[in-house]
């Protein structure tokens, strides 16, 4: 039975063998935790990126970790929020499936999320919560190499909301 939990952290500070991005259709960096993976992870990152040509919304792409502790970076690109009418939720929960898919085709144990869409592309973090902790506990009904599923909370705000939706369901 994998361990499914929620913390407050830095991403490009876990010591878990993914980290997810959320990045953009480009995947040549940006602001938010986007920003802080390729800092951290240093230029190696930019450079494998530039190779991948790109990455559709719902999508996801892997590269090496480069100085991050995490080993992999997933690289996924959520949905820009619209108000909700436009596909985003199926979207977004193709950004959780997709990327602990290419976790489990490389027989990653330990993966940890950023709550995807939810800073600049304005997705509500509560929805966002669910559609994140739904889809993550129907992906791991069939067993596979992933132990250990955090999501990384970087407020206490977020990290409430995803308490009580771990509670709820
Ligand atoms: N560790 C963990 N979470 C973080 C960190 C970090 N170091 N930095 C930011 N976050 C959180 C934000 O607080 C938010 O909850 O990650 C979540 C996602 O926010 P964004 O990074 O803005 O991502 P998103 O909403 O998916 O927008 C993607 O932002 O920078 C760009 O290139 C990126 O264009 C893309 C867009």
């Given at each position: 039975?994998?361990?499914?939990?929620a913390?407050?952290?830095?991403?490009?500070?876990l010591d878990?063998?993914?980290?997810?991005?959320?990045?953009?259709?480009s995947?040549?960096g940006?602001?938010?935790?986007?920003?802080?993976i390729?800092?951290?992870?240093?230029v190696?990152?930019?450079?494998?990126?530039?190779?991948?040509?790109?990455c559709?919304?719902?999508?996801a792409?892997?590269t090496?970790?480069?100085?991050?502790?995490?080993?992999?970076?997933i690289?996924?690109?959520?949905?820009?929020?619209h108000?909700?009418?436009?596909?985003?939720?199926?979207?977004?929960?193709?950004?959780?499936?997709n990327?602990l898919?290419?976790?489990?085709?490389?027989?990653?144990s330990?993966i940890?999320?950023?709550?995807?869409s939810?800073?600049?592309?304005?997705?509500?973090v509560?929805?966002?919560?669910?559609?994140?902790?739904?889809?993550v506990?129907?992906?791991?009904?069939?067993?596979?190499?992933i132990e250990?599923?955090?999501?990384?909370c970087?407020?206490?705000?977020?990290l409430?909301?995803?308490h009580?939706?771990?509670?709820?369901?």
């Open positions: 039975m994998a361990n499914v939990q913390i407050l952290a830095d991403i490009t500070h878990v063998d993914a980290i997810v991005n959320a990045a953009n259709s995947l040549m940006g602001g938010g935790v986007d920003g802080a390729h800092r951290a992870a240093g190696g990152l930019l450079e494998e990126c530039r190779k991948l040509n790109g559709r919304t719902g999508e792409k892997i090496q970790g480069y100085n991050l502790p995490a080993r992999f970076v690289h996924t690109v959520g949905p820009i929020w108000g909700g009418t436009a596909g985003e939720a199926k979207l977004l929960a193709n950004c959780y499936q990327s898919r290419l976790a489990a085709e490389n027989y990653l330990s940890a999320f950023p709550g995807i939810t800073g600049v592309y304005g997705f509500p509560e929805p966002a919560a669910m559609i994140a902790v739904n889809t506990n129907s992906f791991l009904e069939t067993p596979g190499s250990k599923v955090i999501f990384c970087f407020s206490q705000s977020d409430e909301i995803y009580k939706t771990l509670l709820s369901v």
